[in-house]
């Protein structure tokens, strides 16, 4: 059995630490607060340090090996791209 977690961000977070094995779903805001839901094992709780890149529309980003999560639009009109290694 799995279940699925929220893990609100902060602006300035550079990495995320998830249960091994999870897998991340997706990214949205919530409460004004950017979130990343993922899904995993419950009874797994050796937790693995994934770096986190927050890159904003049309800004160069040029790393390799990294896993797509989704995209967030603020109200303030910002769009932000999270991806996780």
Known sequence: MQVIYKYPLLSDQSF???PLGARPLCVQLQRGV???WA???PQEKT???HPLY???TGQPF???NCTYVGTV???T???YHFFLR
């Open 73 to 75: 639009q603020f109200p």
């Open 16 to 18: 995320i630490d998830l």
């Open 39 to 41: 899904l995993f094992d």
């Open 54 to 56: 927050i890159v904003p």
């Open 47 to 49: 937790l693995e340090r």
């Open 62 to 64: 040029d790393m390799p």
């Open 77 to 79: 009109g910002g769009v």
């Open 34 to 36: 950017p979130c990343i």
